[in-house]
């Protein structure tokens, strides 16, 4: 499974972004996630969204503000990000785990990783 993310870029604060994760392979069954790392940080889970699209997760920071989604039918993820603030600045990354229907917000479940794309927040 290989995982190309898209969508970064810069914003002001208050501004939005659209996130896409494109997977190649099978990932009907999987779980998708985004997790973030700021410079000089850990990489912190964001979003989590289960193989059909009915069960989804947050990190507390993003509640509200961030939304994930899938199409399956395009091997695609989204994460809608909406009143974005500066602390939002991270490299965000898309991850599959390849246990069927398993639903995990750690990033040690999952096991096939994006590139990465950069968002950046100015204040």
């Known amino acids: 499974v290989q995982l190309q993310a898209s969508g970064g870029g810069l914003v002001q604060a208050g501004g939005s972004l659209t996130l896409s994760c494109v997977a190649s392979?099978?990932?009907?069954?999987?779980?998708m996630g985004w997790f973030r790392q700021a410079p000089e940080n850990k990489r912190d889970f964001v979003a989590a969204?289960?193989?059909?699209?009915?069960?989804?997760d947050y990190a507390d920071s993003v509640k509200g503000r961030f939304t994930i989604s899938r199409d399956n039918a395009k091997k695609t993820v989204y994460l809608q990000m909406y009143s974005l603030k500066p602390e939002d600045t991270a490299v965000y990354s898309c991850?599959?785990?390849?246990?069927?229907?398993?639903?995990?917000?750690?990033?040690?479940?999952?096991?096939?990783w994006g590139q990465g794309t950069l968002v950046t927040v100015s204040s």
């Open positions: 392979g099978r990932t009907f069954a999987s779980t």
């Open positions: 991850a599959a785990d390849r246990t069927p229907y398993r639903f995990s917000t750690e990033a040690i479940d999952y096991n096939y």
């Open positions: 969204i289960n193989w059909s699209g009915d069960r989804t």
